[in-house]
């Protein structure tokens, strides 16, 4: 395992984030850890623990390794030494506090923003905490209500994004689906225009019955709430 140099190793000591702590001591002393150690130690969202490190700025890398039964590739988090001391002494993500917090959940009537589901409901920064910090803390909305799988998904778009590898301009994620799905004109950089849709409860009936409908005329839901549209 290579030294750490040792103002990075200084820097290690001076993490208060208790996940973000734990996954660098691990790494820092073993090399590495995995999500599956991540889970063992009572973590279920390994990458989030992942991301306190890198909010932090820590630079780190993802691999992929079996599981130690040997069943399943897993992810594998350590440190990227070819950008060691890229960017430290940041001071994390800032928490947000419980009325707040309610109050976004309230505005958004206590539903995803980009699904409309009503369970797993988190809060997450409209433009992503890589690009643009909490400098957007004052701002009208700096903060979006998700379920976790749209906020596993619109991260993984995010790092993925032109924008993020290069440049990480703000104004550009403003403007992106993953961050305002009401008015956006692009998502991740691309020509598109998205509306992602959950139907729930007694709603399914009427999902139901609107699928089998088209299923008969050869046609999926997408296709026909399409043409819908293009009547308008």
Partial sequence: MPKLPPLFAEQIKGVTNKRARLVLDRIARNGSITTEELKNLGYDHPP??????????????????????????????????????????????????????????????????LCGATHDLQIDHRV????????????????????????????WECEHCR???????????????WANPMEHTHVAMSPIRRVDVIWEGNDCKAFDAFRSCNAKAGKTVAESLKELLQRQ
Avoid: W
């Fill in 48 to 113: 989030r623990a992942r991301m306190d490190a890198i909010d932090l700025g820590f630079p780190m890398k993802t691999t992929r390794v079996k599981s130690s039964d040997g069943k399943k590739n897993i992810a594998s988090y350590s440190f990227d030494l070819s950008g060691m001391l890229g960017e430290p002494g940041k001071s994390g993500r800032l928490a947000v506090p419980k009325k707040q917090r309610e109050a976004i959940l309230a505005e958004a009537g206590n539903r995803c923003e």
């Fill in 128 to 155: 992503p905490y890589q690009v643009a910090g909490e400098s957007l803390k004052d701002a009208p909305k700096p903060y979006m209500a998700l379920d976790g799988r749209c906020n596993r998904r619109k991260s």
């Fill in 163 to 177: 924008n993020f590898a290069k440049g990480r301009i703000a104004s550009v994620c403003e403007r992106c689906y």
